[in-house]
């Protein structure tokens, strides 16, 4: 698939730091504007974005940094808590890291006195992936190179702990039912688990690797989508076990699948 080489940037924030990843806070915050978290070498910063299509008095885009959280290592991926809240008193900031030294941090700041962090040991090799439960934000899960999805409470404690047959590439809960999670692992299955009897449930085949990333449609749950090599593959899973669509995304290996209501989209590896 050809590529559009004449596209730029339509806003620029200037970073002290290297960035690895950027994440907006997929819930509602209590704003109008958007939580933005991104993670460098040393730090994550937190700030709001207001954009021009969504607040008629804003030229383009206007950035505001809230808080620079010291992280001490490289930033790998970081995950927003529903939890997170700029219209309560105090307000609270909550978001989780994976890191390079194979740890899990979770920070909580209400953006003045208050700024906390914990850390959660137990992988043994690379974290791919983390989310929140996405109701009340009580659990974690997280997925890595050593063929494990694990689930934690706040404090840290080892709630669930799958073993997977390749490395765990991304995980996701269901958006409406807590005790369904998804892990898409990099041999091309995805899986799906019931968090109370901590059984499998059901699995979809690509038949293509490496599987790199999965998501639900927000709007159909029944529909599920991911990248493996340059593709992206959608499923019915009321039909069948593979695929029902397949198509090119990129010329190289995509990277990650993220659903956005009827739209979805897969970018690019770095």
Known sequence: ????????????????????????????????????AYGGNNYVVVGTCRFQEEDAEVEGMQY???????????VDAIAWS???????????????????????R???????????????????DY?????????EGQEIASVSDDHTCRVWDLEGNEKAHFVL?????????????????????KNGTIRFYDLI???????????????????????????IGAVAGSDWLIWDITRSSYPQDKRPVH?????LFRSDSYYSKATIKN
């Not at 596209?7 to 915050?29: A, G, I, L, M, Q």
């Not at 940094?65 to 290592?73: A, N």
């Not at 010329?251 to 990277?255: F, G, H, P, V």
Request: charged content about 25%; overall charge negative; proline content about 5%.
């Open 165 to 185: 047959r390749s490395p765990g590439m991304s995980v996701c809960w269901h958006p409406e039912e807590a005790f369904k999670l998804m892990v898409a692992e």
């Open 82 to 104: 529903p939890e997170t809240r700029l219209d309560a008193i105090p307000p609270q900031i909550r978001f989780c890291t994976a890191a390079s030294d194979r740890k899990l």
């Open 251 to 255: 010329i190289d290996r995509a990277r």
């Open 106 to 124: 979770l920070f909580t700041s209400d953006l003045e006195d208050k700024n906390e962090f914990k850390t959660f040991d137990g992988h043994s």
């Open 197 to 223: 009897t901590q059984q499998a449930i059901l699995s979809l085949e690509c038949e293509q690797t490496p599987l790199m990333s999965a998501d639900w449609c927000l709007k159909n749950t029944l529909k």
């Open 1 to 36: 698939m050809k590529q559009d080489s004449t596209r730029t940037t339509s806003y620029t924030v200037d970073c002290e730091d290297y960035v690895h990843v950027v994440k907006f806070n997929p819930f509602d915050s209590g704003d109008s504007c958007s939580l933005i």
């Open 127 to 135: 974290i791919n992936d983390l989310v929140f439960a996405p109701n």
């Open 64 to 74: 505001k940094t809230l808080r620079t959280f010291h992280h001490g290592i490289r």
